[in-house]
Every structure is written in structure tokens, then in C-alpha cells.
């Protein structure tokens, strides 16, 4: 399984744009790159996942460059409402492929 | 559409007890996981069926048992409780992984064992 590594925790304000870099030196060729997000005393809801280059969607965006080595999330005018852990997994595409999760990066988005 | 539905949200044991933690969904998912979070952790992976009548270990699968009798349902026995049983417990769903990364998560289940 590829090894992720992204920040511990992360401090922003309202309104700012806010990126969440993850390092994943030995992924695989065919290993997808999938963002879950997760609220205290919640589950983790996802986010976003993507391949290569940029995925959008109405929660956020993916950057992922050529090699694929690390990915970035991008969260748009982040509100008080976007403080949560943040987790980047990389994901094998193939049966029997199961999530693991790392610690995460813990967004603390401030007035 | 109800999701993912844990039961119970909370639950205090005895060290040496057993208890059910029970999880349905009505997504007709076929992969159903078992996932402890202990505090300011990630997930672990306990148990996981590939649909009804198939489950196997994850990460951590010792003092846990599962079934999966059904599609919908995929209950997590716990066997003699132990403290280091203390975490949160999630159960998740998703359809075939590799064409859908998203699970779908439960909120939960708060257990502590004393």
C-alpha cells in the first residue's frame, strides 16, 4: 500500500483558500488518490478523488502533477463550517482494495 | 434514504462482556467495513465483507468476529470486552470499489469498556 504524508494540523481564516499538500512517493500506476473529510463525532464523508491532473467538484478541487508523487486539495473560502480532519488515501484499483487512514491533517479555520 | 444506520451510539461495558454493535444500510452495497477510531487517530480497518456470506480480516481483527448474513446488515461481535476495546466504531459502505471510491459512513458508535 502506498504511504501517505500530508501535515499534522493546519490553521486558516474565513475566506482564504486554503491547500492541503499529501505525499505519496510509491504510488502505483494504477492507485487512485481519494480526500475524506471528517467533523468531531462524525464519520468520514468524501470529498474528492482523482487520477491525474485536476478534478473539481461543488466541495472542492484536486491537483495532482505529472508524477503523480503528491496531490494538493484545494478548498475554496474556507468557512468556520470546514474545520475537520482531512484525510488523503491512496487507493488501489483493484478488488478486494480497502481504505486505510493516516492520521489526517486537522483544519482549524478561524473568524 | 437512511444510509448507513449504527446502533447503539453509545455503549458503556464491563471488562469481560460481550455486546452486538449493529450496522444496516439500504444502498444495496455489496462492501460493508468495520473501522475503530481510537482518540485523535485515523481509521483501522477491523473486518470487511465483500457481500453476504463472504467477510474477512483487516488490520486489526483480534477480539472482534463478524457475519454477514445478509446484504443489508453486517453486525460486529465483540468477545470478552477489554479496555484497550475503548474507541469509536464506524461502519461503512460502498458499491464496487474500484469503479466508486466514496464510502459511506455511519456516525458512530461511542464505546467504553471499564
Known amino acids: 500500500l502506498a504511504k501517505t504524508t500530508q501535515p499534522i494540523s493546519m490553521d486558516s481564516y474565513e475566506g482564504q483558500e486554503v491547500n492541503i499538500t499529501c505525499s505519496h512517493n510509491?504510488?502505483?500506476?494504477?492507485?487512485?488518490i481519494t480526500w475524506y473529510q471528517q467533523f468531531p463525532s462524525q464519520g468520514p464523508r468524501f470529498i474528492i478523488q482523482g487520477y491525474k491532473t485536476k478534478v473539481t467538484n461543488e466541495v472542492a478541487s484536486l491537483f495532482i502533477p505529472a508524477d503523480r508523487k503528491s496531490s494538493t486539495l484545494s478548498l475554496p473560502r474556507v468557512s468556520l463550517s470546514d474545520t475537520a480532519v482531512y484525510y488523503c488515501?491512496?487507493?488501489?484499483?483493484?478488488?478486494?482494495?480497502?481504505?486505510?487512514f493516516g492520521g489526517g491533517t486537522r483544519l482549524m479555520v478561524k473568524p | 434514504n437512511a444510509g448507513v444506520t449504527q446502533t447503539p451510539k453509545f455503549r458503556i461495558l464491563k471488562i469481560g462482556q460481550s455486546m452486538t454493535l449493529q450496522c444496516t444500510q439500504d444502498m444495496n452495497h455489496n462492501y460493508m467495513y468495520w473501522y475503530r477510531q481510537d482518540p485523535g487517530m485515523g481509521l483501522k480497518l477491523i473486518y470487511y465483507s465483500v457481500g453476504a456470506g463472504i467477510t474477512d480480516k483487516g488490520e486489526v481483527p483480534n477480539g472482534y468476529n463478524v457475519s454477514r448474513s445478509t446484504t443489508e446488515d453486517f453486525p460486529l461481535r465483540l468477545e470478552l470486552a477489554a479496555p484497550s476495546q475503548t474507541s469509536v466504531y464506524f461502519c461503512a459502505s460502498s458499491s464496487d470499489p474500484w469503479q466508486n471510491y466514496g464510502y459511506t459512513f455511519g456516525s458512530g458508535t461511542r464505546l467504553t469498556v471499564v
Open positions: 510509491n504510488i502505483a500506476t494504477n492507485d487512485y
Open positions: 488515501l491512496v487507493v488501489l484499483n483493484n478488488a478486494g482494495n480497502m481504505l486505510t
